[in-house]
């Protein structure tokens, strides 16, 4: 990731006792995980290239983190996505939490803002094929458009779906060259599958 990249996660948490009142304490929490130079950094220079809030949802309480830039991701997503960083404590009350989305490759794929310049490169030589057609290009645009808001496409059955399906299946649309329909799936995966080990 680099440049100014809008990353996202969410966590699902298990807790008894928590409240709107508490989102501080979050706050509180994700220092803990910041190594020290980096939140004294953020601390002198006034920066905050974050954003973190909870929220509830039908019952379930949720835990949102969002950073502005490669840097804020590195020192702060990174650091949560850890795999021992699966229970932590709210002093202030007392309070366990339990992170309940397992395994870590779960809580990646929520990450969003993948940078374009990465897929785009990714995908290169299909956007600069000249064999292939405007529709199969402008569905192949749409996949590094959908990877850039999602981070990736957990199931390729999104692609049958809008806004793929106004452009055309790929069975029809690569019906004369399903290698390169193949090679294209191939990339998707190969991506989905990094963004289920990048915390790992």
């Not at 309940?100 to 803002?113: A, E, M, N, S, W």
Request: glycine fraction near 4%.
């Amino acid at each position: 990731m680099n440049g100014n990249t809008l990353s996202k996660i969410k966590l699902k948490l298990n807790a008894e006792g928590l409240s709107y009142k508490k989102a501080s304490d979050f706050q509180g929490v994700l220092f803990t995980q910041i190594d020290p130079e980096y939140a004294d950094y953020l601390h002198k220079e006034q920066l905050h290239p974050y954003s973190q809030y909870i929220y509830n949802n039908d019952g379930v309480w949720n835990w949102c983190i969002s950073t502005l830039s490669s840097d804020a991701y590195a020192h702060i997503i990174e650091p949560i996505l850890k795999p021992d960083f699966q229970h932590f404590k709210i002093i202030n009350g007392n309070i366990d939490v339990d992170i309940k989305d397992t395994p870590i490759g779960r809580l990646v794929r929520k990450i969003v803002g993948m940078d374009r310049a990465d897929v785009n490169e990714a995908f290169s030589k299909f956007l600069s094929d000249e064999k292939l057609n405007v529709n199969q290009i402008r569905f192949v645009n749409l996949i590094v458009d959908y990877i850039v808001a999602n981070g990736n496409i957990e199931d390729d059955r999104i692609l049958m779906n809008e806004p793929f399906k106004s452009v055309g299946s790929m069975p029809v649309l690569f019906k004369d060259n399903m290698s390169t329909a193949r090679d294209i799936l191939s990339i998707v995966e190969i991506i989905k599958s990094n963004s289920e080990q990048i915390a790992l």
